[in-house]
């Protein structure tokens, strides 16, 4: 069976690494995808259009600044008939097939979708922390992505959080800070015991309990922090090069409406080793459901599994001749 006219084969749903990737190589399998890439939920390209230089990256040995990489992704989707629309998806109706996609401009049926709408590094309101500030002048929320950078070498770092990740990141930016302070609001961390262990023993990690930062401050980048005990309120000024926030990601899963099956942290469940999710012919890929690496390359390399399920898929059902 051919697929009617006025019935997409493909609607993609983001314009980060694993919506481009998904839009790459379902183009060039002729699933002329549509490609929903946001507008008023976040930049478009995702998470990358807020850092700076991208090192880990392969393929880019003399480094590739975030946003760059982003616009080169979607040079190569559009190259290939990527249709990119610079609209939200706002509501879908998944209960029957063609499903139907509403943008804020568009409405589309189609017969399959990816989700790839990404997941948001929670961040603090702290005097000194946003935009216009300190943020990416010694302020981040990904230690992988942003620890090596040079004005971190040998200097005091402060990673908020308790969970897996602060103590991951912490852990990992010993690599490059003279000591790193995980900063942290309970008496008690929340990440696993074998994680915890790790910070704990750590020579060059201490924890800061119950304790908030309330202030970054610097000139051109972050040279001091004022940490404030919540337990007997006294306040401290350190030095401090970076404060890395590590207090949990949001997936971007509001606008679906519990349609599909979700984990309890809200990430889209997918069938392990597949981008299936709990509804035939749609499929998730990049951060919006993995909460473990939650890599550009990761995201990217799911997004090539989407792309490729969803072909499958289309066979299977008769879609593509
Ligand atoms: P998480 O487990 O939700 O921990 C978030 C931490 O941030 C908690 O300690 C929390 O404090 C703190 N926090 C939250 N909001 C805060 C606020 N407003 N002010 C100050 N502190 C705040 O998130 P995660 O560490 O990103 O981990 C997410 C998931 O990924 C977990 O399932 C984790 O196991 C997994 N993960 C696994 C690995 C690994 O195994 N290698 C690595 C990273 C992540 P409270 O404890 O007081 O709530």
């Known amino acids: 069976m051919r697929a009617k006219q006025d019935i997409q084969k493909l609607v993609i749903i983001g314009s980060g690494p694993a919506a481009y990737s998904a839009a790459i190589y379902s183009a060039r399998a002729n699933l002329n995808p549509i490609v929903f890439e946001g507008f008023m939920s976040g930049p478009i390209g995702g998470q990358l259009m807020t850092t700076t230089e991208v090192e880990n990256f392969p393929g880019f040995p003399g480094s590739i600044l975030g946003p760059k990489l982003m616009e080169n992704m979607k040079e190569q989707a559009k190259k290939f008939g990527s249709i990119c629309l610079m609209e939200d998806a706002m509501q879908v109706d998944f209960s029957k097939e063609p499903f139907v996609v509403q943008g804020s401009k568009s409405k589309f049926l189609t017969h399959t979708v990816i989700i790839a709408t990404g997941a948001n590094a929670k961040r603090l309101d702290i005097i000194g922390a946003n935009e216009g500030e300190f943020w990416q002048k010694g302020v981040t929320a ?28 912490a852990v990992f930016l010993t ?36 304790s908030e930062i309330i202030e970054i401050l610097g000139d051109k980048v ?4 004022v940490l404030k ?8 000024t350190r030095d401090a090069a970076g404060v890395f926030f590590a207090i949990g990601h949001s997936p971007n899963t509001s606008f679906l409406n519990n349609q599909i099956e979700l984990y309890p942290n809200g990430y889209i469940k997918v069938e392990k080793g597949t981008t299936n999710t709990s509804i035939p012919g749609i499929f998730a890929a990049g951060d919006v459901q993995d909460y473990t690496y939650r890599q550009a390359i990761t995201a990217a390399g799911s997004g090539c599994m989407a792309a490729l399920d969803t072909e499958k898929y289309l066979v299977e059902k008769g879609y593509l001749y």
């Open 229 to 236: 005990n919540n337990k007997t309120n006294t306040k401290e």
């Open 222 to 225: 972050v040279t001091k922090v």
């Open 142 to 169: 990904c230690a992988i992505c942003d620890g090596a950078a040079p004005i971190f070498r040998d200097k005091e770092l402060y990673v908020i959080g308790g969970g897996d990740s602060a103590v991951e990141e």
């Open 175 to 210: 690599k490059y800070g003279k000591k790193v302070y995980i900063v942290h609001r309970r008496d008690e961390l929340r990440a696993s015991k074998i994680m915890a262990a790790r910070a704990l023993d750590h020579p060059k990690v201490e924890i800061l309990w119950n």
